[in-house]
């Protein structure tokens, strides 16, 4: 499926913004084209409580990045893969997946407001785990780890994708 450009720009900032509202992790760029200087502890805790309102829907997350000026940082992400399931599965997706590599001094939150836990492991243990039935995964989630675990390093994966 191809898609329009303006579609296409809104997928991947929606990724940077979920990225965001789910993990705590940004990634954005300062007005002048400088990475965002997160080893700054209250930088850190301004946009963790603007976090928290973006999440209340008190402000958008164009709001937040007039307010910052901050820009999304796209070229930190590689698409990866796009899933789309039938009508007739009983449950509907069309999920894309993205890669990037952590910004500095950034790390993702342990859980988010839409799952109540979550463990970061490696994409082996993860497939381990679903195959003992003590971690499900839906099928894209599984299928994309199961395309993860054919390299067998992040640098050759970051080769393959690009990945800054």
Known sequence: MRLGAELALGHWVAGIRELFEELGVLLCVTENGEALDMEERAQRERFAM???ALIAGSINFQRFLESEGLFCDAA????????????QSGI????RFYLCRLPAYQSPLPSSHKAS???????????????E?????T??????LRSLADFDCLESLSREFRLG
């Not at 836990?117 to 195959?131: F, P, S, T």
């Open 117 to 131: 836990q979550g463990i970061w492991i490696d994409v082996e243990r993860a497939l381990k785990l679903n195959q």
């Open 50 to 52: 603007k976090r928290k």
């Open 76 to 87: 930190r992400l590689a698409y990866f893969s796009n899933w789309r399931t039938s009508q």
């Open 92 to 95: 509907h997706l069309d999920t």
């Open 139 to 144: 099928f894209p989630t599984f299928a994309s």
């Open 133 to 137: 039935g003590r971690l499900p995964l």
